[in-house]
């Protein structure tokens, strides 16, 4: 218990650089695209948003799954969740 209670922050922080590291592999507009998902938006609300058409939305996020090497839209939310560069709206 006592460790775990100083071991976490040096856990968390490497977590934290891993996902950001992550995130640069994504370009401009991933980034636009996950940041949408992120939120919890549909592939249409994204496309409309972003003025592009649904089907470009999901080859989008096809893409960032494979470089983020997840398999689902959650798991690449939670990847910009750790990295701090999202927050999921309440």
Not at 32 to 51: K, P
Request: aromatic content about 6%; glycine content about 2%; proline content about 1%.
């Amino acid at each position: 218990m006592v460790i775990a209670k100083f071991t976490a922050p040096a856990i968390e922080a490497t977590r934290k650089k891993a996902a950001r590291e992550k995130l640069c592999s994504l370009t401009s507009r991933e980034r636009d695209v996950l940041a949408l998902l992120s939120e919890g938006m549909s592939n249409q609300s994204i496309a409309q948003n972003l003025i592009i058409s649904s089907g470009t939305v999901k080859d989008h996020v096809r893409s960032i799954c494979a470089k983020l090497s997840v398999q689902s839209r959650f798991h690449a939310a939670r990847i910009a969740w750790q990295a701090n560069q999202f927050y999921a709206s309440t």
